[in-house]
């Protein structure tokens, strides 16, 4: 079974410039979850979608950033314009069931640096 | 508000036994997770507490005492590839809300 994958890797790009950051669950996980961890600190919770709904977007930092789920499978992030304080780690996961047990599995994440 | 504290750094041996500490202070209580994070890799998974007292998985074990808000995870018999950051993260609401990271231990196991 494949697990949740991230694409790109990395990205670098200049201020002002837009990113879009892919995640693809495992199959079959109707929950996905969006998190981010900037250098030094904890790892964060961004969003939350159940299928292709938006669950809980409460640590969405500002309306630069746009997440989707069209479909109900892969997710997308998207942050426009970037700003030099949106580097850092973006996480992706993915749960079958949600129950207070609930297991995430992680992608590697994507490494963005905003220069 | 939300804090989580642990460790930033931890040495130990091979063969060696170690433990994590991780103290919470949360407005709500609905588990406590630790996660392994090789660098550059994803998170894993590594074990779940909810109620207070201690569960043994393999090499690692992990406790809870929920009314001191302290958690710790052991790991025994330490070998190499145990080296990596390892993440105390508390659940404060129901199922399917965010979890609350620490900042990670940094644990080198040298030979």
């Known amino acids: 079974e494949a697990g949740v994958t991230q694409f790109p890797s990395h990205s670098v790009i200049e201020k002002g410039q837009t990113v879009t950051l892919r995640c693809d669950p495992i199959?079959?996980?109707?929950?996905l979850y969006w998190y981010r961890r900037v250098m030094g600190k904890e790892i964060k919770f961004l969003l939350h979608?159940?299928?292709?709904?938006?669950?809980?977007e409460s640590g969405m930092p500002n309306n630069r950033f746009l997440a989707e789920r069209t479909g109900g499978t892969y997710s997308t992030l998207k942050v426009q314009p970037a700003e030099l304080e949106d580097s850092g780690v973006y996480f992706c996961?993915?749960?079958?069931?949600?129950?207070?047990?609930?297991?995430?599995?992680f992608g590697s994440g994507t490494q963005l640096s905003v220069l | 508000g939300q804090n989580i504290d642990q460790p930033t750094e931890m040495t130990a041996t091979e063969g060696a036994i170690v433990q994590i500490n991780c103290t919470y202070q949360?407005?709500?209580?609905?588990?406590l997770f630790w996660y392994q994070q090789h660098a550059g890799e994803a998170p894993t998974f590594l074990s779940y507490?909810?109620?207070?007292g201690l569960e043994e998985k393999g090499r690692f074990s992990s406790f809870l005492s929920r009314s001191k808000g302290y958690s710790y995870l052991l790991l025994k018999e330490l070998q190499m590839k145990d080296s990596a950051s390892y993440l105390c993260?508390?659940?404060?609401?129901?199922?399917?809300?965010?979890?609350?990271f620490g900042k990670g231990t940094t644990l080198s196991v040298s030979s």
């Open positions: 993260a508390v659940r404060e609401g129901q199922a399917g809300t965010a979890l609350i």
């Open positions: 979608f159940v299928k292709e709904s938006k669950q809980d």
């Open positions: 996961a993915s749960s079958r069931f949600v129950a207070t047990n609930e297991k995430l599995f």
């Open positions: 199959s079959g996980h109707d929950n």
């Open positions: 507490n909810v109620l207070d």
């Open positions: 949360t407005s709500g209580f609905n588990g």
